[in-house]
C-alpha cells in the first residue's frame, strides 16, 4: 500500500504496471506459497530502511538499502 502511494506520487508507471501484474497468476499463486509472517516484517524493516534513507534525502543509503532488499528477494 506504502509502496503503491509512493510510486503513484513519484509517477512510477513501470512499479504501478508491475505491482498491477504481482497481483495475477501463476505470479500471485508463487508468492502466496512461499508467504510467512516472518518474510513479511523482514520485508517491512527493508521497506523502512529504503523510506528512512529518502526521507533524509540520502541517496546512497537509498541505492544500498534497495539492493540489500533486492539482493534478499532474489534469494528468496
Known amino acids: 500500500m506504502l ?6 506520487s513519484t509517477r ?3 512499479f504501478i504496471a508491475v505491482s498491477s501484474a ?3 497468476s501463476p505470479w500471485f499463486e508463487m508468492k502466496k506459497r512461499s508467504f510467512s509472517e ?3 516484517l ?4 527493508e521497506h523502512q530502511a529504503i523510506l528512512d534513507c ?4 540520502d541517496p546512497e543509503g537509498a541505492t544500498d538499502a534497495m539492493l540489500a532488499h533486492l539482493r534478499t528477494v532474489e534469494r528468496r
Open 42 to 45: 523482514g520485508y517491512c524493516d
Open 54 to 57: 529518502l526521507v533524509r534525502r
Open 38 to 40: 516472518e518474510r513479511r
Open 12 to 14: 512510477a508507471k513501470w
Open 22 to 24: 504481482s497481483n495475477q
Open 3 to 8: 509502496a503503491q502511494i509512493f510510486c503513484r
